[in-house]
């Protein structure tokens, strides 16, 4: 067990709708990274918050948006949502940034219909 | 579930055997390296880290090896155990076009240990 909490573990939704993806880091941990995986991709960064706030950004479409909060906990939003959103999306906490070893949950499963 | 691409390349090595998983970085700028596990169905299991100032990192049963001159990481798994079996990734934080840092992945490699 990594530390990493995220909900929920699987999701099944129709082309068009939104969706909410939750994450607690670590106990302590102050960054909070999203990663997408899909089959054709591999493990995509998709964006980083630091203390409540955006530090790096991959490659995240705009339909897609995050937030960390001041208890550090950290939502993904996924709207408009295609068949090609269709994919496990990981969250990762480390205590700091990169340099600190970066752990991850177990993933959020997601089906669009 | 799958949780990794459909082509990835397999290695697929004897129970007891030592394993060495081979990773071509792309960034010369790239100071940290991480190698992560990949179960079926789970989330990255870290394994192992080196920074660039270092050739060689040494765990419990596992070796990384940087070699900076030809952007090359590897990951040596000494008497390879079923239990090892799983998708490994290397990856390397690398610069976005924001010019913040980020980790980035690697395609993996699918290691299979044959009793």
């Known amino acids: 067990d990594s530390g990493v909490t995220q909900t929920p573990k699987h999701l099944i939704t129709a082309t068009g709708q939104r969706v909410t993806l939750r994450c607690s880091p670590r106990?302590?941990?102050?960054?909070v990274y999203w990663y997408q995986q899909s089959l054709d991709q591999g493990l995509q960064f998709l964006i980083q918050?630091?203390?409540?706030?955006?530090?790096a950004k991959g490659n995240i479409l705009e339909r897609f948006s995050a937030q960390q909060f001041p208890d550090l906990h950290s939502e993904l939003n996924l709207s408009s949502l295609e068949l090609g959103d269709s994919a496990l999306y990981f969250c990762a906490s480390s205590a700091v940034g990169l340099g600190n070893t970066i752990y991850f949950g177990e993933g959020s499963w997601l089906t669009v219909v | 579930g799958e949780s990794v691409g459909l082509h990835l390349p397999t290695l697929s090595v004897q129970e007891g055997d030592n394993s060495i998983i081979n990773c071509a970085y792309s960034?010369?700028?790239?100071?940290?390296f991480i190698w992560y596990k990949q179960e079926s169905g789970k989330g990255p299991q870290f394994i192992i880290d080196i920074r660039s100032n270092m050739d060689k990192r040494q765990g419990q049963r596992v070796t990384v090896l940087l070699n900076k001159t030809v952007k090359h990481l590897s990951l040596q798994i000494a008497a390879t155990q079923p239990g090892d079996s799983a998708v490994y990734f290397c990856?390397?934080?690398?610069?976005?076009?924001?010019?913040?840092?980020?980790?980035?992945f690697g395609s993996g490699t699918r290691l299979q240990v044959q009793p």
């Open positions: 960034n010369s700028a790239s100071d940290y």
């Open positions: 106990s302590g941990d102050l960054s």
């Open positions: 918050y630091y203390n409540g706030e955006e530090r």
């Open positions: 990856a390397e934080n690398s610069h976005m076009d924001t010019g913040r840092r980020a980790l980035t």
